[in-house]
């Protein structure tokens, strides 16, 4: 038993070696394949900043390093440019979190919240918003949601009726209703797809996506 754990550690950083040639060598044919270059993800948390790293492209939206709740996110499609005119402000408090406690900026536009988890501070939060915000293509915008924080099955439902070319939906439940999923058969989450970012590619080819092919 001690000889297997022994070569089970061993074996580990040449694992982790390994992931990390695999993933090298996957972004690199991804870079390849892609011919849309100047696009804008929205998204509802932060695989849209996992998809412009993976490109090695700049990010075209401000919507990196956060995540939204479903049902303030649907409510910010629904008129996504007059809520991107607000000004970003700040608050200490969250609607949907009783738990939080400070450890990362909640931005505020008119009545969404943005959650701000992987930025310092309000300061932060702000610049990198406004600059990201000001490189937004509205002519080749791409819009993504999940299952995740506090998700409904009609919440959703109004996500794929909205009135945009380029959508999808990751989800743990194959909902025939919804044109525009994606299904995870082995879901990360807790009845949801979870942290997506990690494995989405599983599932989904977001180069075809963003080149306007079709999904197989």
Known sequence: MKTLKSIKRKLKPIKKTYKKIV?????????????????????DNCWAGRVYEELGLP???????????????????????DYMGYELTFT??????????????????KDIEIHFLH????EE????????????????????MNDDNKCSFELLKEFDNLDFK????????NYKELDNLI??????GNGNVGTDLFYYDQYFDVVNWLNGETQT
């Open 59 to 81: 990010y075209r939206t401000p919507f990196i390093g956060m995540y939204i709740y479903s049902e303030d996110y649907v409510k910010l499609l629904k008129n996504f440019k």
């Open 166 to 173: 380029n959508k999808i939906i990751f989800a743990a439940f």
């Open 119 to 122: 930025y310092v501070n309000q």
């Open 125 to 144: 939060a702000y610049e990198k918003w406004n600059k990201r915000k000001n490189r937004i293509n509205y002519e080749n915008i791409f819009f993504k």
């Open 183 to 188: 299904h995870f058969t082995n879901p990360r």
């Open 92 to 109: 200490n408090v969250t609607k949907w979190n009783e738990e939080y406690t400070g450890e990362y900026p909640i931005g505020i536009l």
């Open 23 to 43: 993933y090298s060598i996957t972004k690199s044919k991804m870079r390849k394949r892609l011919k849309n270059r100047d696009f804008s993800i929205i998204s």
